[in-house]
């Protein structure tokens, strides 16, 4: 028996569940009971993140306390993962005492090994509200292109990113009030110490996706930076320990102590079920000499793959921690094919999907979208319907409706005392030895691609021997009960593979099927000379007016909840595009045109930029290494190293002329241009594209 502890990532006690959310607790849960089901031990625990500069905000504009106010949120998580089947053992918050330990003892340990270090930091502060400012507490106008209203880490009309001191006219979201600069001293965890571990790390015993691993290798390219671990009062957090008594307080930020939140809320789990049955010891899963006797998986998005798979397991083993076993990342939640809406009703919460439909409708969905790649998922309401329909209730569920009559009112509820299919039966029994391998390998599509193939079989033989047409004929009496008993067997089968992801459901049929246990271990002992119980409807089908009412709660919803403070949608953006648009001479007169058959020789391409450094001996030139969907990077000299910092580029997508001759320079072949706009002589704005742009698709 394996011992497992799991995590999902922590949710933000600033607001609602959303379907987003429950796509990852969800997947987590599935595994959990897979793996609990195949008899071993298993841990699920999970915490509110509660501390940071937002929530504090938060709480204030509620008139509470920030405790009041992470409180209030935990109990509505806590109730919507409920309506969803989530089966947290534990279920807790970063702001207690366990927390507040771990933190202070990991920083503690990794300060004492060298690996803490402080430095003077000029930021924005707000002089009414007497705080620090974060970037997406500032605006101001684009210092590219003029745009009022940016926020201070990049222009959403023209694309350029820029450091918050940029801005022109910047003033305090907070307040309105124009922020002044102050210095003031952070402390760093020096990450760039453990690039050896972390490089080893992160390709070792298959602890990482190999398409996260191949991510982070950018990052280990481009040259691992020092971490940021500090914030300034007031701030709604741990303060950090032993600094000096005439420093003004210092804060863990949040990103410090959110991951750590994992371990409080096991310790917390190993404290209440202390001097129990069902006890467990902490050390058994977090000393760093028990890494290979138990294991620990982190469940998380794609987004915050560089805080799990660097930062975390680099301050583990820098404070003398175990490392997790595995870091499963998934991709984000798309809602017929578009980033969830609220305009269009499609940014869904919980309790608004509760309120309208069965949460197992949805856990069975996603569990067919879901994989172990990193892939976006795609809710699309008319498959999602037609899906559940199809497979739960016209599938799944059928085969008892069609069977368990003829049993009860026939037999009184008795099976055979033998398998009038023993064949048919073995293959559906050794299937699960392939479903059981697609959960534990989170392949859960392929598995439910199984099960569903398992109920194909069990409705083509029932369709081949119409047991309600034999009912019909004289001396047929045993057939039937045969046929019919075979059938509810292969349903009994379907119940044990379906049960980590309809739990509700299959415990309904338990009881209909008059067993004890749903284990995959279960399966191998078939019901001969077994009574059931009077079957019950297990399902109801998805009805379309449902989906629409759903939709239109949740545009309600936000016509309900919507504050001057909520983060802008598209429209400012698209009305400030406009009024630069105005701002054309569309008159002017054009004389030097080119032929369409000139501007299609050029081709440009979609290119991610995986590196971006000085080139020595060159005081005008940047040094690009790009992927442009080919086999090689390219390397690309740009004359705009007056205008850039190389970390300022560096992941963007950009555009690339790739079939310019590659021109050979003293520092190297350049092998494209990287398009730009404005004037050379005073500023140019490296062209960057949306992250949804796919690399090497050619411009058009």
């Known amino acids: 028996m394996r011992e497992i502890l799991v995590t999902s990532a922590l949710p933000y006690a600033n607001g609602d569940i959303h379907l987003g959310h429950l796509l990852e607790h969800i997947q987590t849960d599935i595994w959990t009971r897979a793996m609990k089901a195949q008899g071993h031990q298993v841990t699920l625990v999970c915490a509110d993140d509660a501390h940071g500069t937002a929530i504090m905000l938060k709480a204030k504009d509620n008139g509470i306390t920030p405790e009041e106010q992470i409180a209030t949120v935990k109990a509505s998580h806590e109730a919507d993962f409920a309506k969803f089947l989530i089966d947290f053992d534990n279920y807790y918050t970063t ?22 270090s402080t430095r003077d930091v000029e930021q924005l502060f707000d002089p009414e509200k007497q705080l620090f400012l974060a970037d997406r507490f500032v605006k101001g106008t684009c210092p590219e292109c003029d745009s009022p209203d940016q926020y201070g880490d ?6 350029t990113t820029y450091d918050a001191t940029d ?16 210095t003031s001293k952070h402390y760093f965890f020096d990450l760039p110490g453990f690039e050896q571990f972390l490089k080893d ?12 691993a191949n991510k982070l290798q950018e990052w280990f390219d481009a040259g691992l930076a020092s971490w940021d671990i500090s914030r300034d009062g007031p701030y709604f957090g741990f303060q950090i320990p032993d600094t000096p008594s005439d420093e ?28 129990t049955d069902n006890a467990l010891d902490f050390d058994r899963y977090w000393a760093q000499e028990n890494e290979h006797k138990t294991e620990v998986y982190h469940f998380i998005g794609k987004d915050i793959v560089y805080f799990h798979a660097l930062f975390w397991p680099a301050m583990l083993a820098g404070s003398e921690f175990r490392t997790p076993t595995g870091v499963f990342a998934h991709g984000f939640l798309m809602v017929n094919g578009e980033k969830m809406s609220k305009s269009r009703g499609t940014f869904i919460k ?10 197992e409708y949805l856990r069975y969905y996603f569990a067919s979208k879901l994989s172990n790649k990193v892939e976006d998922i795609n809710l699309d309401f008319e498959d999602f319907m037609q899906k559940v329909n199809s497979d739960l209730v016209g599938k799944v569920v059928n085969i008892a409706s069609r069977s368990a009559g003829f049993l009860v009112k026939k037999y009184d509820g008795m099976l055979t005392e033998v398998c009038a299919e023993p064949r048919l039966l073995e293959d559906m029994t050794k299937t699960g030895e392939e479903i059981a391998a697609a959960y534990e390998n989170r392949e859960f599509s392929r ?25 019909k004929q004289e001396g047929t009496e045993q057939e039937v009960q045969e046929v019919c008993s075979v059938a509810i067997n292969i349903f009994r089968q379907l119940m044990v593979y379906l049960a980590p992801v309809l739990p509700e459901l299959t415990a309904n049929a338990k009881e209909f099927l008059n067993i004890d246990s749903l284990s995959f271990a279960s399966r191998n002992e ?23 009412a759903m939709v239109e709660d949740s545009k309600a919803s936000l016509a309900v909840t919507a504050t001057p403070t909520a983060t802008p949608d598209v429209e400012p953006a698209a009305k400030n595009s406009q009024l630069a648009a105005e701002d054309i001479d569309i008159n002017a007169e054009q004389t030097d045109y080119i032929g369409i058959d000139d501007f299609a020789k050029v081709e440009m391409k979609v290119a991610h930029v995986i590196a971006c450094n000085y080139v020595e001996g060159a005081d005008k030139l940047l040094q690009f290494t790009l992927d442009v969907g080919e086999a090689q990077p390219r390397n690309v000299f740009s004359g705009i190293r007056k205008f850039y910092e190389p970390e300022q580029l560096l992941d963007k997508k950009v555009i690339c002329v790739t079939n310019l001759t590659p021109r050979k320079m003293k520092f190297g072949l350049s092998e494209g241009m990287v398009l730009s706009t404005g004037n050379p002589k005073t500023q140019l704005t490296v062209v960057t594209l949306p992250d949804n742009c796919v690399i090497g698709d050619i411009l058009a």
Request: with cysteine; net charge positive; aromatic share 10%.
């Open 154 to 159: 990049n222009c959403e009309v023209c694309g």
């Open 447 to 471: 598995a439910m691609r199984l099960i569903m193939q398992c109920a194909d079989k069990a409705n083509e033989y029932i369709d081949e021997k119409k047991p309600w047409s034999l009912a």
């Open 201 to 212: 790390w992160t390709r070792s015993d298959n602890r990482l996706q190999v398409s996260v």
């Open 248 to 275: 003004p307080d210092k804060y863990f930020y949040v990103w410090l102590d959110a991951p750590v939140g994992y371990m409080a809320s096991f310790k917390n789990l190993c404290d209440k079920r202390a001097g």
């Open 167 to 182: 801005l022109k006219n910047p003033y305090s979201t907070l307040s309105a009030a124009t922020p002044v600069l102050k």
């Open 526 to 548: 078939w019901l001969l000379g077994h009574k059931i119980n009077k079957f019950k409807p297990l399902m109801q089908r998805i009805e379309e007016k449902d989906i629409a």
């Open 95 to 116: 702001h207690s005492e366990e927390n507040k330990h771990f933190s202070e003892l990991i920083y503690r340990r990794l300060r004492d090994s060298g690996h803490i």
């Open 350 to 359: 919980a309790q608004t999907y509760a309120k309208h439909l069965h949460p």
